[in-house]
Nanobody, 121 residues
Framework: QVQLVESGGGLVQAGGSLRLSCAVS????????MGWYRQAPGKQRELVAA???????NYADSVKGRFTISRDNAKNTVYLQMNSLKPEDPAVYYC???????????????WGPGTPVTVSS
């Protein structure tokens, strides 16, 4: 069983910073892509940032230049550094990881339970 646990969410003033972390544990042969999504009330879940196993990254246009995704493969952990937070950034932020399941012989995706981010103006 694979588990993802996010941490680092909370309340911050507009213009402030937060760093989200997501640790992946369980019976994992290898982790491929990792990423962060967010979902605001009444809106669809959207991709915020993703990072491949080779560390290439992809960002939503709305966060480019403000957010940075990184990963520590030794710790099976992915991070999201969020700077210059704006009033439109509040949402529940979800971590996801695509990993190879040796028992099933395919890539699977797992999700964390989410961590809320609130930005006060």
């Amino acid at each position: 069983q694979v588990q993802l646990v996010e941490s680092g969410g909370g309340l911050v003033q507009a213009g402030g910073s937060l760093r989200l972390s997501c640790a992946v544990s369980g019976n994992i042969f290898s982790i491929n892509a990792m990423g962060w999504y967010r979902q605001a009330p009444g809106k669809q879940r959207e991709l915020v940032a993703a990072i491949a196993s080779g560390s290439s990254t992809n960002y939503a246009d709305s966060v480019k230049g403000r957010f940075t995704i990184s990963r520590d493969n030794a710790k099976n952990t992915v991070y999201l550094q969020m700077n210059s937070l704006k009033p439109e950034d509040p949402a529940v932020y979800y971590c996801t990881a695509v990993f190879y399941s040796a028992s099933e012989g395919v890539d699977l995706a797992a999700w964390g339970p989410g961590t809320p981010v609130t930005v006060s103006s």
